[in-house]
């Protein structure tokens, strides 16, 4: 069984010996020096530490977003309807290639001065809306990437365009198909109008699937964050797209701290397995199957 | 009445059609900037901010960007035909080696009984939830100090040295045996898929046991039967874990990232964050770079379309 001794190798024993590995300062150059719990004390001590957890949540805020998109876009798609694949092709099309091809491109997309944003904000929007929108937040048309007030909103906006057509539209599709025509039929006979629909039989009727995605799009998001920051970012502004993800990067790969890595990537795996946890507790009670 | 049932539905349709191509859009239109900006003259790339259909139609067609990435980046070891080319090797090995060996473990997982066994398929799915950085920085560790401990081990081989093959009167450095910018690297740690492993698992359990009751009473061997039967029976699925396997490794970044210094080593995404290092301002050389990357990528997916629609619905129904 090859692939039991290449995860054994590659998985197994990795993950036990950065745990190990969390208990020591370690260089690579120098011997190993035992810590203790050291390195867990200087974590919660550690602001910067903080601020990427803050800036890891915040990214976050985007996924409720995300799912409901695909939710209502997989609504419109479940009809029976000429070139629905074409659409579905389109639509898949960012989730597919995500990575960083695309994440160049956005990083031109949001160029302040050339990018196709600035200049459509700047051309197409009318006067008094750009006028509006200055006197309310200030900065616009914003730099994007390189504000410290946008250049989250501008990450969560490109993962917005990355995911909403993507896997979760799939599954809510599938979802969909599998509810009974003849439930919204009755609810057309007794009147009910299209948002009573919604809330009563689609909703309840896709809560496994939108637990599922909740689910995978949390545990992803406490650990994402990495490459699109490295691309478009390196991090910044002054940290403000920097996540935990990236801060591993940072202390194991650019700074050689590599107990101090392992010990915060345990962190990580302890945050992700809690919210799994919760969610598993909390989901048997609101998940209609 | 008749009529205006008739109406009203045509009024959907039209608004459905509206919305969708509205969405679809937006979901081109990034797209479509790439493609224009990296046909224009370099020129035009910065000029064209007081109009957005200036900015998407370019004024001329300069297809010799696509070469010009080619050229501006020979120096850099080999540059992007090199980078193409270890992308692909990555990607096509990696690729055949996940699928085997999930195949084996799955069928393993499946039908074979033995000790603890259901333990160890729980192990595998619970390291899905593992962030990657937790087993990477071991598994960095060792590719890094690989070469000093083989070197102590085995002494009689040179561990460290970069190695050379000639092709076509041509030369290529393609890294040492095995450490850092190794292709053994880059290729075998990211070889053993536990999401694989499981797919493949989900799909061989729904494969009814008859035929192979019927195989063993003919006095078929357990290899027989896995590659007579199950393999067969499974193409769907297969196919389905190659093209999702090869459209994760195409791009892979991380684990390149850490394992790879020399440029003549590197993939096609590190490749290409070093060009634009060097060009940051080129947008029409780094689109046109960035485009040939995901062509490929765009092209798997129209082709097979079907095996990933059903895949995602696969590996989600354990629920």
């Known amino acids: 069984m090859p692939n039991l001794l290449g995860f054994l190798a590659f998985t197994l024993i990795p993950v036990l010996a950065s745990l190990g590995l969390s208990f020591f300062a370690w260089d690579l150059f120098t011997p190993p020096k035992f810590m203790g719990l050291h390195n867990f004390a200087a974590l919660l001590k550690d602001h910067e530490f903080w601020y990427y957890a803050f800036n890891t949540l915040f990214l976050m805020l985007g996924i409720p977003v995300n799912i409901l998109g695909s939710l209502l876009l997989a609504i419109v798609m479940n009809q029976k309807l000429r070139g629905i694949v074409v659409f579905r092709t389109i639509y898949f099309m960012p989730s597919i290639v995500a990575g960083v091809g695309t994440y160049l491109l956005w990083r031109w997309l949001y160029n302040p001065d050339y990018g196709l944003i600035n200049t459509i904000i700047t051309n197409w929007f009318p006067g008094w809306l750009n006028n509006w929108i200055r006197n309310l937040v200030g900065e616009w048309p914003p730099t994007w990437l390189t504000s410290i007030t946008w250049a989250k909103p501008a990450l969560m906006f490109m993962t917005f365009w990355t995911v909403v057509g993507g896997y979760n539209m799939i599954l809510y599709l599938a979802a969909l198909q599998g509810v009974s025509p003849e439930l919204y039929e009755a609810a057309d006979i007794d009147g009910a109008s299209a948002r009573q629909k919604f809330w009563a039989i689609t909703w309840p009727l896709v809560s496994p699937t939108t637990f599922f995605i909740l689910t995978m799009s949390l545990i992803g998001g406490l650990q994402g964050g990495f490459e699109q920051a490295f691309v478009m970012t390196r991090g910044g502004p002054a940290g403000a797209t920097t996540t935990i993800s990236y801060y591993i990067y940072n202390q194991a790969f650019a700074w050689n701290h590599m107990g101090y890595a392992a010990a915060m990537a345990w962190a990580l795996f302890a945050a992700v397995f809690g919210v799994t946890l919760v969610n598993w507790r909390l989901g048997g009670r609101i998940v209609h199957y | ?319």
């Open chain 2, 1 to 319: 009445m008749k009529d205006e049932a008739k109406l009203k539905r045509t009024a959907k349709k039209t608004a459905t059609y509206l919305l969708l191509g509205f969405v679809g859009l937006f979901m081109l239109l990034p797209f479509l900037w790439m493609l224009s900006t990296s046909v224009k003259p370099a020129d035009d790339v910065f000029a064209s901010s007081d109009s957005p259909v200036k900015a998407l139609v370019p004024r001329e067609v300069h297809l010799q960007n696509y070469g010009k990435v080619y050229e501006a980046t020979q120096v850099m070891g080999g540059g992007f035909a090199r980078w193409y080319v270890n992308s692909v090797i990555v990607a096509v090995v990696v690729t055949l080696g996940q699928v085997m060996t999930s195949a084996c473990a799955a069928y393993a997982f499946a039908r074979l009984k033995f000790p603890g066994r259901d333990k160890l398929f729980l192990g595998y799915l619970g390291t899905m939830m593992i962030p990657g950085a937790v087993t990477m920085i071991p598994n960095f560790i060792l590719m890094r100090k690989i070469t000093q401990w083989l070197a102590t081990a085995a002494p009689l081989v040179n561990w460290d040295a970069a190695r050379v093959v000639s092709l076509f009167g041509r030369t290529y450095e393609i890294g040492p045996l095995v450490g850092l910018d190794s292709y053994f690297a880059l290729i075998v740690p990211a070889m053993f898929s536990a999401y694989g492993t499981f797919m493949l698992r989900q799909f061989f359990m729904s494969i009814p046991r008859d035929l192979e009751e019927a195989a063993t009473i003919d006095g078929c061997g357990l290899f027989r039967i896995f590659a007579t039967i199950i393999l067969p029976l499974s193409k769907p699925a297969l196919a389905t874990l190659t093209i999702f396997t090869f459209m994760g490794n195409w791009q892979s970044f991380y684990w390149p990232l850490i394992m790879v210094t020399q440029d003549s080593m590197k993939t096609l995404p590190l490749g290409l964050l070093s060009f634009m290092g060097l060009y940051s301002t080129q947008w029409d050389l780094l689109m046109a770079g960035s485009l040939m990357m995901i062509l490929p990528m765009i092209i798997v997916f129209i082709i097979g379309q079907k095996w990933f629609v059903s895949g995602i619905q696969l590996g989600a129904l354990k629920g």
